[in-house]
């Protein structure tokens, strides 16, 4: 498998500080650093002097050319790179959820989960030992605390009614929660290790979950039950649900899932029979990660080597293109319209441009998201804009 480097740019997490203390004239001057990077080529590692004179003024050296666009908005252009007016945005709006520790043992916040519901205008958020919130961002501090799990909260989903959430857990249960009062009426259980992912069928009737155990399930809301189940060799890493796509993967809705191995194996969701419609070949490195474009007819697998790797639903045996900016384990992965939002182990988050033809699939990145420091970017949410959060319990909007 053929993988194709991507440049990457690093820039000073708290450069908008910089720049207020300029503005403002706490400081004269001050610089920022900015470094560039490409696999076989060598780093670039460049300076920008902030200073006041009649105006904010920027002064850049060391092989890097910056333009501020606007007050979280630059253009990088680092030609021995040939990058050229790379943007490059800060975050438009940062929110800090409320979270009290339990005990000085206690885990710092860390949110492992985000989903966002343009219907009510919120997010909703899972963290450790059994953290989940319903969170307007325009008032963090009014945030429902959804209580119930025990363990760490790894994925998080909103019904279409924008009033009602999924959450899933380490402690091996699936909650169903009102969004509005924090009511807890259903307890799905019957995992048997952690819980990866989930998926809301239709307008939630039913509902999907994949689990380190190695199972995927399928639960009748109403009913408080199980309906069925698959089960694999492998833990399940990420769940993806494809509707209308008969003729080429050989049902009508297909479950695919996304196992450690690297590969997918697909199966009917109506069909009586519980065998695979197919297994696609395991990777070189584990899989972390996967996202699905049903816009694109797209499935991207972030890997542990950086790797992110692309296959088309009609054929999922077949790489089609594979893309790494650096060696730092892809975390999270979704795609927004035509492009792909990807988080890392290192931060680093950024949006990959993605040209598709019959032939040809050409992944480009489009711009890098600023305001981190190296710590894992864990989630992704769509909706007024892209969020994102993980490692250092920050929500951030772009």
């Known amino acids: 498998m053929q993988v194709k480097s991507l440049s990457y740019i690093d820039i000073q997490h708290d450069a908008l500080g910089v720049f207020e203390d300029v503005e403002q004239g706490t400081v004269p001057q001050e610089d ?54 790379r943007p490059v945005h800060f975050p438009r709006q940062t929110v800090v959820p409320p979270y009290t520790k339990a005990s000085a043992v206690s885990p710092e916040l860390n949110i492992n989960a985000l989903d966002y519901s343009a219907k009510a205008g919120k997010l909703v958020a899972g963290g450790p030992d059994g ?49 509005v009062t924090g009511v807890n009426p259903r307890v799905l259980r019957g995992h048997s290790r952690a819980i990866t992912a989930t998926h809301i069928l239709g307008v939630g009737k039913q509902v999907l979950s994949a689990a ?31 509707h209308g796509e008969q003729a080429a993967l050989g049902a009508e809705t297909v ?12 199966y009917a969701l109506e069909a009586e029979s519980h065998e695979p419609l197919f297994v696609s070949p395991p990777t070189d ?33 077949k790489v089609v293109a594979a893309v790494r900016r650096n060696e730092a384990s892809v975390y999270s992965l979704a795609f927004d319209g035509p492009s792909l939002l990807v988080g890392t ?27 981190w420091e190296a710590v894992g970017v864990e989630t992704w949410a769509v909706g007024d804009g892209a969020w994102c959060a993980g490692a250092d319990g920050v929500l951030r909007r772009y």
């Open 212 to 242: 380190k155990d190695g199972s995927v399930r399928l639960w009748n809301v109403g009913a408080g039950k199980e309906e069925r189940a698959w089960r694999l060799k492998q833990a399940v890493e990420a769940l993806i649900v494809i």
């Open 255 to 266: 479950i695919v899932a996304a196992t450690t191995d690297g590969s997918l194996t697909g």
């Open 131 to 179: 953290y989940a919130i319903v969170l307007d961002p325009a008032r963090p501090s009014e945030a429902l605390q959804l209580a119930g799990h025990v363990g760490d909260v790894l994925d998080v989903k909103w019904f279409p009614s924008g009033e009602v959430v999924l959450t899933a857990s380490s402690d091996m249960s699936l909650r169903i929660y009102s969004a």
């Open 285 to 317: 490195t584990k899989l972390v990660s996967a996202a699905y474009s049903s816009t694109l007819g797209l499935i991207a697998t972030g890997h542990a080597d950086g790797t992110i790797v692309f296959r088309r639903t009609t054929n999922l045996s």
């Open 345 to 371: 182990a290192s931060g680093l988050p950024a949006r990959l441009s993605i040209a598709s033809t019959p032939e040809t699939l050409d992944v480009e990145v489009a711009e890098e998201f600023a305001g």
């Open 32 to 85: 920022v650093w900015v470094s560039a990077y490409q696999a076989g080529e060598s780093s670039v590692h460049g300076k920008m002097r902030v200073s006041l004179d009649g105006g904010v003024e920027i002064t850049c050296r060391d092989g890097v050319k910056v333009e501020r666009e606007s007050k979280a908005n630059f253009l990088v252009t680092v030609p021995a790179l040939k990058m050229t007016s």
